[in-house]
């Protein structure tokens, strides 16, 4: 085997951790992965992340193992394999978590803004009445906490930490 030919072999050969980072830094140079997937259509099979990475992960197993026992070799190339394979779902695994909690956290945040949005206008509608019975705090008070119990899952007593009541605090375990 010529040096050139060598060093070729050398160039694609990573550990399972590098050959799964070099391929996300490739993913983001796309800047999102509608991108990235349009791009990687258009391209041989041989690009795809579960063959390429792991092939490269292989590639470093079999030359960092060289001179082992034939079994010892394949066991290392094997472990590579499974690897590298598991670091390129575990990115596309997160990627699908990440980006559902996004959306379904954004939705809630977006309903509790809303909500505290209205209570705060009737609030201000409460104030700018002219009647007395209307500026009565205390309906506000309790819309308030009925609020904060059916979304925050436990009742408001007081929101400045005291708790309402003036008895120490239990030490943390």
């Known amino acids: ?5 060598r060093l070729a072999k050398l160039e694609g050969a990573f550990s399972p951790k590098t050959a799964t980072l070099l391929w996300l830094a490739e993913a983001h140079r796309f800047g999102s992965l509608p991108a ?3 791009w990687l259509i258009d391209q041989p099979i041989s690009a795809a992340p579960l063959k390429r990475v ?21 066991d290392a190339a094997h472990h590579a394999v499974r690897d590298a394979i598991f670091g390129v779902e575990l990115v596309l695994r997160l990627n699908s978590v990440a ?17 505290m949005r209205a209570i705060s206008a009737e609030a201000e509608l409460v104030l700018r009445s002219r009647s007395r019975a209307a500026r009565s705090a205390a309906g506000l008070v309790e819309r308030w906490q009925e609020w ?12 400045r ?9 239990a030490p943390l375990p």
């Open 36 to 38: 990235y997937v349009d």
């Open 99 to 115: 980006e559902e909690t996004i959306r379904i956290e954004g939705l809630r945040h977006a309903v509790f803004f809303w909500e």
């Open 1 to 5: 085997m010529t040096a050139e030919r």
């Open 161 to 169: 930490g005291g708790g309402g009541t003036d008895a120490p605090r």
């Open 148 to 159: 904060c119990t059916g979304h925050c899952g436990a009742p408001v007593r007081d929101l």
């Open 54 to 74: 792991p092939a490269r992960a292989r590639a470093a197993a079999l030359e960092g193992m060289r001179g082992q026992p034939r079994e010892v070799v394949r």
